[in-house]
């Protein structure tokens, strides 16, 4: 069993940079590919990015260029760097857990462990 909690949400300006941390509750922490989904008032829930146990990363291509994601395997850490957000960035932010370490990826029904979410709202 893995337990995920998000912290980091809020309130920013359009522009703005803002970091959301996810802290997992896993022994195998390091084995896992992490990621990080959305779901915006109205919409479906969607991929912003993933980290494999090796590290390598993959991106929405809406968020590429602005978002960084990394882990900290000594702390059971993925944190999801936000930067020059915009308006269409506000939403629900999820992280979640694979139990297959080598893969990324981008669909809801290949992650076995979710948080519960953490809202970040972008003003214009």
């Known amino acids: 069993q893995v337990q995920l909690v998000e912290s980091g949400g809020g309130l920013v300006q359009a522009g703005g940079s803002l970091t959301l941390s996810c802290a997992a509750s896993?022994?195998?922490?390091?084995?896992?590919?992490m990621g990080w989904f959305r779901q915006a008032p109205g919409k479906e829930r969607e991929f912003v990015a993933a980290?494999?146990?090796?590290?390598?990363?993959v991106y929405a291509d809406s968020v590429k260029g602005r978002f960084i994601i990394s882990r900290d395997n000594a702390k059971n850490t993925v944190i999801l760097q936000m930067n020059s957000l915009k308006p269409e960035d506000t939403a629900d932010y999820y992280c979640?857990?694979?139990?297959?370490?080598?893969?990324?990826?981008?669909?809801?029904?290949?992650?076995?462990?979710w948080g519960q979410g953490t809202q970040v709202t972008v003003s214009s």
């Open positions: 896993a022994r195998t922490f390091s084995s896992l590919t």
């Open positions: 979640a857990a694979d139990l297959i370490g080598w893969r990324a990826s981008t669909r809801q029904a290949d992650y076995n462990y």
């Open positions: 980290i494999r146990r090796a590290e390598s990363t």
